[in-house]
């Protein structure tokens, strides 16, 4: 009987030391990865703002506008390693239920890294668009270092800095800024008049854009728990700035922070559950099952020589 209870200890205490490992490395990677049928809807919003307004051809300031995001996942372009995604964000002055600008982008990512993929169309405002760096998210287990991250307006890929550890709304979250210098988007063909300058007729501007955006993200998962942008566009004329585009500071609201972290909730619970804390469990428990079972059976194999021997 002591050796029946003996086998079954060691038996269990190898199937544990066994488990271990394969669920720090293969159960706990297998949750490490992007969701294939990802959606959501963020909202950012901006006191205060300064626009020009195409459609009525005047700077309105101290504007209150939001902008809407919807983030969708294309399962069928997507893979078991990259997954894709289709962006949709659009901007209203929700005072004057006014559409100030819309943009899109297509993108693949690296299921667990979070990296730009060249694959599926990429694109921004429907325009191919080679996309490297961050695409969208970070890695699962982020590091306290700078990343490359992709600025999809200025469609280029410039360094995104760690920038310390704060804590949003009861999370701990790494805090990554990245500054967009002054940068050529586009051209815009507008009146002399309007942008105080002598003459008559139109005349061609640079339209340029900065920012600087700043990533409150949830290290375990790697998402985005808040973000803010504070953005600024003008036309230019010989390098001169003449008119304000777009001028704001906008955060995320309360809402949509609030979304973000139930959304990572289920990663910060189970990736280090499945990383640390259970497989130090089996590893401890293994060890004392094959302990006490090696135990069991030296003693169960004495007691069984002694007995033999007076009978003997």
């Not at 979250?173 to 002399?192: A, D, H, S």
Request: proline share 4%; charged share 25%.
């Amino acid at each position: 009987m002591r050796r029946t209870v003996a086998a079954v200890c060691i038996a269990l205490g190898v199937f544990s030391l066994v488990l271990a490992p394969l669920m720090r490395f293969w159960m706990a990677s297998a949750v490490m990865k992007t969701p294939m049928d990802y959606y959501s809807e963020k909202v950012v919003r901006g006191e205060n703002v300064t626009y020009f307004s195409a459609e009525e051809l005047e700077l309105i300031e101290g504007a209150t506008v939001e902008g809407y995001t919807t983030l969708r996942a294309d399962v069928a372009a997507s893979d078991s390693d990259t997954v894709v995604w289709d962006q949709f964000t659009w901007i209203e002055d929700i005072d004057r239920d006014f559409a100030i600008t819309s943009s899109s982008r297509r993108a693949g990512h690296d299921r667990v890294t979070g990296e730009a993929v060249d694959c599926c169309d990429a694109s921004v405002n429907e325009e191919p668009v080679a996309q490297t760096g961050q695409a969208f998210k970070f890695p699962f287990l982020t590091e306290k270092k700078d990343y490359e991250f992709f600025d999809a307006t200025a469609k280029e890929t410039e360094p995104i800095e760690f920038a310390g550890e704060e804590e949003v709304e009861g999370v701990t979250t790494y805090k990554f800024v990245q500054e967009i210098e002054p940068t050529k988007v586009g051209e815009r063909e507008m009146p002399r008049s309007l942008l105080g300058m002598d003459g008559d007729g139109d005349v061609v501007t640079d339209e340029m854009y900065s920012v600087t955006r700043t990533y409150w993200i949830e290290p375990t998962s790697g998402a985005p728990i808040t973000v803010t942008e504070e953005q600024h566009r003008g036309a230019f004329v010989d390098g001169e700035e003449r008119l304000v585009l777009f001028d704001g500071d906008m955060r995320m609201t309360d809402e949509t922070v609030q979304a973000n972290i139930d959304n990572a909730e289920q990663g910060m619970t189970m990736i280090p559950l499945l990383r640390t804390v259970l497989p130090l469990v089996l590893l401890a428990a293994g060890a004392v099952l094959v302990g006490v079972g090696a135990v069991l059976w030296l003693v169960g194999g004495g007691r069984g020589g002694a007995a033999a021997a007076r009978h003997g």
